[in-house]
């Protein structure tokens, strides 16, 4: 039996009202922030609606907006999602309204349609000029083109935050030939865009990301009047103006693919939870399940075709750039994200002779000066912040695409510290050789609320994940069966 409660208390629905839950397993899909998607109701206008709900479609024919209201979906009397009721129409002659229950993914995506990262609060920032700040660093970066219009900085170093016994050099006098150019760290800017729509995030994965940090090409520095000519260093800045021009929902999926990564949510608070997908398969945990015989496919097989995107960079024609794509097998599914890294050279500081090794792109940046433009043009490209290091001398904050430790995956698809070997071969594998089997279980509504899509189950003697589950709920019957999309594995 299903109930819909919210802040006013629970809301009548017509008598027999059925509706069909498909549960769809989050780590299978490698293109949108997924799990349970959304549920329409008919809601009939009873007196206790109407109060409860405001006349929704009163307010809507005065061109008010129906914000979404915070609703608990209960089956059999037990709290199974919270989310919210998202109005969309009224049927006047029926006397009812159409709402759609949204939880998980639906509420999440409800509340980032449309909206992009730098249209977000990500808050100010002050402007530390140290390389460990809490939410960016400034790594050293060789870019000469930085600014088109600056002879004086084509004629030096062409280094982003460049960093001199022990600290970042800063201009004076009639030129600019230095830029301070913020790297968001990944895990805050997490923290901060789910923040920004009410939601937090978790997972052991975190802590493996915690040295990862954004490319920028939008310098940290302003015009003091219209009329300068140089800019100034402020003393804050906002985070928003140093990450990509992406939507939220696409920022979500492109990390969520560049790292082998399942996606799913907590059942009842505004909470995103980030699961290795490798783990999932080196789990040996399950739970035992029983029901009808199977209807079985066999494995589609056909191999994966893995893509990193690449920055709008001169040096993508001269350097190579095999390493953000890896075919697998024949190929058959791709999986493509926009996320990607840079290329790491060394770098020739023509004011000493000195050599760098440091990320690089030949690209115009961002700033108000120099007639550069303040649109930036950076996509999602991940490095490793190393901290302060010393290369062949010389000593400043370094950042790199490579495998820092060994343990975490090099930022590109091949090799054996890549992000093929290090995250995804386990998962692959499994996707490639499994089967699909339907079967019809016995399931009441404490399976599904401890229903979890890292969890093995035990069928037969078998080991599965499940893939999807469908179910039928009502006003008038308690929950008894369901109907499973299983995939065998291994393990």
């Known amino acids: 039996m299903i109930e819909l409660v919210t802040s006013a208390g629970g809301l009548d629905l017509a008598a ?15 293109d949108a922030v997924p799990g349970t998607t959304s549920y329409s109701f008919a809601i009939p206008w009873s007196p206790r609606n109407l109060r409860a709900l405001n006349f929704p479609h009163v307010r809507a024919a005065q061109g008010e907006g129906v914000e979404p209201e915070a609703c608990g979906f209960y089956i059999d009397g ?17 006397r009812t309204w159409q709402y759609t229950f949204a939880a998980d993914a639906a509420d999440l995506q409800a509340r980032i349609n449309g909206r992009t990262l730098r249209q977000l609060d ?29 002879d004086a900085f084509k004629a030096g170093a062409g ?32 923290e901060r865009v789910l ?22 090409d939008r310098a940290a520095e302003v015009l003091a009047s219209p009329t300068d000519k140089l800019p100034v260093l402020p003393a804050t800045f906002a985070l928003s103006a140093h990450v990509p021009d992406q939507g939220v929902g696409e920022f979500l999926v492109n990390v969520q693919k560049y790292f082998g990564l399942g996606f799913d949510f907590h059942p009842v608070r505004p909470e995103l939870r980030i699961t290795r997908l490798r783990d999932v398969v080196a789990d040996d945990a399950y739970v035992e399940r029983r029901g009808g015989p199977g209807r079985l496919t066999v494995a589609e097989g056909g191999g994966f075709l893995l893509k990193l995107g690449l920055e709008s ?30 290329h790491v050279l060394e770098a020739l500081d023509k004011s000493d002779n000195s050599t760098r090794l440091v990320p690089a ?32 001398g010389s000593t400043y904050p370094m950042a790199t695409s490579a495998s820092p430790d060994g343990q975490l995956p090099a930022l590109r698809w091949p090799g054996p510290e ?24 016995e399931f009441r509504v404490a399976d599904l609320l401890s229903l979890d899509p890292k969890r093995k189950e035990l069928v037969a003697g078998r080991k599965y994940l499940w893939e999807k589950v469908s179910l039928s709920v009502s006003t008038s019957r308690r929950l008894e069966q369901a109907r499973f999309t299983y995939r065998p594995i291994r393990r």
């Open 16 to 30: 027999g009202t059925t509706i069909t839950l498909e549960i769809q397993n989050p780590l299978f899909r490698f």
């Open 78 to 94: 037990i709290l199974w999602r919270q989310g919210s009721l998202l109005y969309k129409e009224c049927d006047e002659q029926k």
């Open 122 to 150: 990500l808050g100010t920032v002050a402007l530390e000029l140290r390389p460990d700040a809490a939410l960016y660093a400034l790594p050293t970066m060789h870019n000469p083109q930085f600014y088109d219009k600056n």
């Open 159 to 190: 280094l982003l935050n460049d960093y001199r016994n022990g600290s970042y050099r800063l201009n004076a006098g009639g030129t600019w030939q230095f830029p301070l150019v913020p790297f968001p760290r990944l895990v805050p800017l997490l």
């Open 195 to 216: 923040g920004a729509v009410g939601y937090r995030v978790s997972g052991e994965w975190l802590r493996d990301a915690a040295d990862l940090i954004c490319y920028s």
């Open 313 to 342: 960079d001169d040096l993508n024609k001269t350097r190579d750039t095999s390493w953000a794509q890896l075919r697998v097998g024949n190929g058959k599914t791709t999986i493509d994200t926009q996320a990607g890294t840079l």
């Open 361 to 392: 792109v030949l690209a115009k940046g961002a700033s108000p000066a120099f007639e550069a433009g303040e649109d930036s043009r950076a996509g999602l490209r991940l490095l490793y912040d190393l901290g302060v290091g010393t290369y062949q």
């Open 418 to 441: 890549g992000l093929y070997a290090k995250n995804y071969q386990p998962w692959l594998d499994f996707l490639d050789r499994a089967g699909r089997e339907e079967r019809t279980m």
